[in-house]
C-alpha cells in the first residue's frame, strides 16, 4: 500500500516482516492494550472457553495469553515474523506456531471454533486472503474475529462485503 497520502512527515517505512522484526524486542512495551485487548473484553458474543482457536499474526503472544486466561483449549498461532513468534513461544501457550501468512496458513479446514486475527489488517493491502483463509478454517458456525482498522474503512467511510469465493 503507498501510505504516501497518510504520512505527511516523509517518516522512512519498513516491509511488516522487517519493521515486526525489529519492534519484537520491545513490542510488549509499546502496544496499548486498549487498541486490543480491551476490545477483546468487551465482546459478549463470543464462546472463548474451551474453544479451539487459530490466532493469525499472533505476534508475540499477547493474544494468545489472553485467551488461555478465557479457558480456550487449544490455540495455533501463525505469524510472518520469527522475530515475534519467539515471543509468542516463550508465552508456553499455543499448541503449536509456525510462521506463515494469514492468506495462507497451511492450518486444517474446518478444525477452529474461532478464528482470530488483531492488528494485522492494516498491513494488508487485500483483505480478502485473509477473510478466505479465515472461512476454510474455522468450522461451520464458528466464528472470525478480527480487531483492527485496515485504511480502506478509514479512507472510505463505507463498508464492504467479502465473498468467500
Known amino acids: 500500500m503507498d501510505i504516501a497520502r497518510f ?3 516523509r517518516y522512512e517505512t519498513l516491509p511488516a516482516r522487517e ?9 510488549e512495551d509499546t502496544v496499548l492494550d486498549l487498541m486490543d485487548l480491551r476490545l477483546l473484553d468487551r465482546l459478549a458474543s463470543v464462546h ?12 508475540t503472544g499477547r493474544i494468545g495469553v489472553w485467551l488461555r486466561q478465557r ?11 520469527p522475530e515475534m513468534l519467539e515471543g509468542a513461544r516463550a508465552k508456553g501457550v499455543y499448541r503449536t506456531l509456525r510462521q506463515g501468512d494469514v492468506g495462507e496458513t497451511g492450518l486444517e479446514s ?6 482470530t486475527a488483531s492488528l494485522v489488517d492494516e498491513h494488508l493491502p487485500d483483505l480478502r486472503p485473509m ?3 479465515a472461512a476454510r478454517i474455522v468450522r461451520p458456525g464458528g466464528c472470525f474475529v478480527l480487531v ?7 479512507i472510505n467511510g ?3 462485503h467479502f465473498d468467500r469465493a
Open 7 to 9: 504520512d505527511t512527515r
Open 19 to 27: 519493521g515486526y522484526a525489529e519492534w519484537a524486542a520491545t513490542y
Open 48 to 59: 472463548w472457553a474451551d474453544a479451539r482457536v487459530a490466532d493469525l499474526a499472533c505476534g
Open 71 to 81: 479457558g480456550v483449549a487449544a490455540i495455533d498461532g501463525i505469524d510472518l515474523t
Open 110 to 115: 474446518g478444525a477452529y471454533d474461532v478464528v
Open 131 to 133: 477473510y478466505r483463509e
Open 148 to 154: 483492527g482498522y485496515h485504511p480502506w474503512f478509514m
Open 158 to 160: 463505507t463498508p464492504t
